[in-house]
């Protein structure tokens, strides 16, 4: 069955720590791939998108993913992450043209001051 | 900036009683999703709606789910006969194309007692 997977539920950082959250689906065909991020209390809000071109995306906040096709990956990554960045993290899929978006099922991510 | 907007933000209802979660997507989107999230868990889709009919729909979206666009503006959402398991956060979504990036509402709590 065509899935989202994020291997890391709960992730504990400092401020200023570098952070790579994990994500990976199966599906062979076209992709379109997503980050979103949802602050507590908040709406889902899209962090980065890859729909084609450089695998290597650049989204809000100091966020940046690559898109590895060998791999079926999609991780977010940030050099040095801040306390405001404390929220949930969703990678996403389109897949193969279809209309709608699947979730994996989430990181939290909590940053210590 | 426009966004989605979700009413009530918390819903809570007797066991067997008909909800109708509300939404109003932003004016120039034509795709619309209904998402729903347990807690703890992930993001599940429900339903895709675009030329007013929905285009495609998951095994939870049984014969208790309908959705509609009365109006032209507000995108609802209608369970007949609440069950305990229909207790969840319901995101709205909406998008200008049918594979690009959905935004999101802030989500409607339901609540099934």
């Known amino acids: 069955a065509q899935s989202v997977s994020q291997h890391n539920h709960h992730v504990i950082l400092s401020e200023a720590a570098s952070l790579e959250l994990g994500c990976n689906y199966s599906?062979?065909?076209?992709?379109?791939l997503f980050w979103y991020v949802q602050y507590p209390g908040q709406h889902l809000q899209l962090l980065l998108k890859y729909f084609s071109g450089d695998p290597l995306v650049k989204g809000i906040k100091g966020f940046e993913a690559e898109f590895i096709k060998s791999k079926f990956s999609f991780n977010l990554r940030k050099p040095s992450v801040q306390w405001s960045d404390t929220a949930e993290y969703f990678c996403?899929?389109?897949?193969?043209?279809?209309?709608?978006?699947?979730f994996g099922k989430g990181t939290r991510l909590h940053i210590l001051p | 900036e426009p966004e989605v907007t979700q009413t009530p933000s918390h819903q809570v209802t007797q066991m067997g009683q008909e909800v109708i979660l509300r939404c109003v997507p932003i004016s120039n989107h034509l795709y619309f999703y209904w998402y729903r999230q347990i807690l703890g868990q992930k993001v599940e889709f429900l339903v895709s709606?675009?030329?007013?009919?929905?285009?495609?729909k998951s095994e939870i979206f049984d014969d208790q789910f309908s959705v509609e666009r009365p109006d032209g503006s507000n995108f609802t959402l209608k369970i007949r006969s609440t069950k305990l398991e229909d207790s969840a956060m319901y995101f709205c979504?909406?998008?200008?194309?049918?594979?690009?990036?959905?935004?999101f509402g802030q989500g409607t709590r339901l609540t099934v007692v």
């Open positions: 599906y062979g065909g076209t992709v379109n």
């Open positions: 709606f675009y030329n007013n009919e929905i285009s495609e």
């Open positions: 996403a899929v389109i897949m193969n043209r279809d209309d709608k978006i699947i």
């Open positions: 979504a909406g998008g200008a194309g049918s594979n690009t990036e959905a935004f």
